[in-house]
């Protein structure tokens, strides 16, 4: 359980005294803490895992944008932490498909759809999520299903 995993890891990082890991890792835990706190209300209840997944891949996509500003803005110092928390939050995450393996699961996709063009992007999207969704970036998996449709 990545919920397990995590805790464990930052008791790792405590006793082995690496505070940029714990500071990371605490992080992590904060943001779950903050999403459990959220869906206490919910109306059904939710999967962990799933939950836990999802949530990583947020705060990984939060970081990635952030390293590009920062860059951009020439702050180098303020992307290399954003680059050391990407690393700790990645290795909790599941191994992500790389561009020819995910345009492959968009063709299989389109095909078992029928998905013939653009109209179809959303329903697409909707399966390819329901498939392969803790495996992919759907920000840039959407780029090439628009690709793959407009084919």
Do not use: C, N
Not at 13 to 21: C, E, T
Not at 27 to 54: F, G, H, N, W, Y
């Amino acid at each position: 359980m990545l919920r397990e995993r995590i805790r464990q890891a930052t008791v790792a990082a405590m006793k082995a005294g690496d505070k940029p890991r714990t500071g990371a890792l605490r992080l992590i835990s904060a943001r779950l803490k903050d999403r459990d706190i959220e869906l206490r209300t919910a109306a059904q209840p939710v999967d962990d895992e799933a939950l836990v997944i999802d949530t990583l891949q947020k705060m990984a996509k939060q970081r990635r944008e952030s390293i590009q500003m920062y860059e951009e803005g020439g702050r180098e110092e303020l992307a290399a932490h954003e680059r050391a928390e990407l690393a700790v939050i990645e290795e909790f995450l599941p191994l992500q498909l790389d561009e020819a393996a995910t345009r492959a699961a968009i063709e299989q996709v389109k095909a078992d759809l029928g998905a013939a063009g653009m109209k179809d992007m959303g329903r697409v999207m909707a399966e390819l999520k329901a498939r392969h969704g803790a495996e992919l970036d759907m920000g840039r998996a959407s780029g090439w299903v628009k690709d793959a449709l407009q084919r």
